[in-house]
């Protein structure tokens, strides 16, 4: 089974928790993908109705808007239900996200969801954050020198993300994306404190406490993870 | 003495500090201003040469630039001296600051002063912080009402800043600035920390363990605060 078929399968997974009159947090990235055409799906079948939608970035909101979802602000009351990708994720639920670059958006949204579901494929099961992936910290362009400065002295390599013609990428809120690799194992809950704390950092890509249930796919079938 | 001679006599004491070839943070508001400008007249009279300086706003850049002082960008060595005002500061030193709407970028600059000087007329001095000004939070637009929820639960009225047609202003990153107001003490390292894990929040006006230094100017002389 192709990683792109156990994405699939993972997002179908975690659909069948969408009720009607849900408000819904659409994640970002190529997983997360396939859960918002599957909404999409409910909504046009009618087996669902008057779900809304918080998109976790711009590309998240064109692809909702396409499939005819309707979108809606994040409020002061959450979101009902949300639905996302990862990038690394643990047996204990703790995640890493953000290589898509929505990380603060999805964190914004994600935080404040009555119950956040993690989806991906075999590939993303590590036994320790940072196995990997890098852990992605959102700074403020003003004064980012000093920001990687702070996150290196966290025992990190931490360099800003660049593209093919080596220009710094931005978010969508406009701001660049660090990324912080961890050559051995860290403890996750004091690093993304510490991180928190630096200025002109407005988030980081640690998901730690956050979601109740993740699915994910393998070769076999799709192993449900839960937290209590 | 008028409250303008208090801050103008507090910004003179502060910058018998500046020396020639040191890299300065250059404040923002009406007391930070008298710094700049009489860091500008040193600069023409020769007193102190090879001087440069980074603004913490916009603003502050284009009264550096009109007084000839040379503009950096901050890096990862920092600055060697930061002069700034305040909206409080309490005997110990820790300070609120914000109500000019810079704290972001005063914060990304002052925190990685080797020396920070504050300065400020003697209606700053207060007992607690927040017996009169609020902790101003800077949050990105989007889904800041969900960060209101979030401050509010830290026992403070939290509301956006708006101008006279009540609109809401923004920093010079283009985000919101939310005014929390505490009608009781409170501990300000336990509401800092707790305010820098808010999803959405990028900066706090509360500066602690930050200064070493103020100047409090009364109707008597220009007192001096220090913190070992």
Redo the contacts between chains.
Sequence with gaps: VSAEAQKRRAALEAVKHVQSNMTLGLGTGSTARYATEAVGEKLVSGEVEGVRA?ATSKATAALAEHLGIPLT??????VDLAIDGIDEVTDDLEAIKGLGGAL??E???E??ARTLILIGDSSKRVRRLGERAPVPVEV?P??W?????DLEALSCRAAPRCDESGAFKTSD??NYLIDCRFDAAFDAYEV??AI??I??V??HGLFLGLAKLAYIATDEGVVELTRS
């Design positions: 918080v602000e994040l409020g002061g009351a959450g603060a958006r964190k914004i949204v935080a404040r403020l003003f004064g020198e000093a920001a990687v400065s809120n406009g993304a404190a928190s704390v200025p002109g407005l988030e």
